[in-house]
């Protein structure tokens, strides 16, 4: 190779690299044999969409039921966008109660089934059982939905005592929202 060819080589190698680091990275899907059994989906259902949760959760700083001079932080609600693998936002989640809700105005709600941890600071691995949904769209059918690859969204670590009652704090979590319909 002579030192122009090798040049031009280097120089397209590097262009090529440079796109390659603009895209995003596409993460692969879950597969039912990697979660823990209790937020398995059920056998017949099948991946109609995969997205990943990118916002806060706020929680509350409350007195503890049946307690005397207790506090905790209480899980007042989500709010997050729904992105696809490539980034795109597709739609948004919020609540209460936990909604679902795709940019084609189709949207569901949920009731919890399972729950399993999912390592320190993060909220567990989760399994709902979606109602059916409203509007005809993307959350159409949908069956069960699966929230896995938690990264934080625990209560705070701030104290939360009878000076702080009423007080609200933020977290920022992410997860993937992985959508089932049968079949």
Same mark, same amino acid.
């Given at each position: 190779?002579?030192?122009?060819?090798?040049?031009l080589?280097?120089?397209?190698?590097?262009?090529?690299?440079?796109?390659?680091?603009?895209?995003?990275?596409?993460?692969?899907?879950?597969?039912?044999?990697?979660?823990?059994?209790?937020?398995?989906?059920?056998?017949?259902?099948? $991946? @109609?969409?995969?997205?990943? !949760?990118?916002?806060?959760?706020?929680?509350?700083?409350?007195?503890? %039921?049946?307690? /005397? &001079?207790?506090?905790?932080?209480?899980?007042?609600?989500?709010?997050?966008?729904?992105?696809?693998?490539?980034?795109?936002?597709?739609?948004?989640?919020?609540?209460?109660?936990?909604?679902?809700?795709?940019?084609?105005?189709?949207?569901?709600?949920?009731?919890?089934?399972? $729950? @399993?941890?999912a390592?320190? !600071?993060?909220?567990?691995?989760?399994?709902?059982?979606?109602?059916? %949904?409203?509007? /005809? &769209?993307?959350?159409s059918?949908?069956?069960?939905?699966?929230?896995?690859?938690?990264?934080?969204?625990?209560?705070?670590?701030?104290p939360?005592?009878?000076?702080?009652?009423?007080?609200?704090?933020?977290?920022?979590?992410?997860?993937?929202?992985?959508?089932?319909?049968?079949?």
């Amino acid at each position: 190779m002579t030192k122009t060819t090798l040049a031009l080589f280097a120089a397209t190698a590097l262009a090529a690299l440079a796109g390659c680091a603009s895209q995003p990275m596409m993460m692969s899907s879950y597969k039912q044999d990697m979660l823990p059994d209790p937020v398995k989906v059920p056998a017949g259902h099948k $991946v @109609a969409m995969e997205t990943v !949760g990118v916002g806060e959760i706020t929680y509350e700083c409350r007195a503890k %039921a049946n307690t /005397m &001079g207790e506090h905790e932080w209480v899980f007042v609600g989500p709010k997050a966008a729904l992105n696809d693998r490539s980034g795109k936002t597709v739609g948004s989640y919020f609540g209460p109660p936990a909604t679902w809700q795709s940019l084609d105005g189709s949207k569901l709600t949920g009731a919890q089934v399972a $729950v @399993a941890p999912a390592g320190a !600071g993060n909220i567990p691995l989760q399994l709902v059982k979606a109602n059916p %949904a409203e509007g /005809m &769209g993307a959350m159409s059918g949908t069956t069960y939905i699966q929230r896995v690859a938690t990264k934080g969204g625990v209560a705070p670590a701030l104290p939360c005592n009878g000076g702080s009652v009423g007080q609200r704090q933020i977290v920022t979590y992410q997860a993937d929202y992985i959508f089932y319909k049968a079949g």
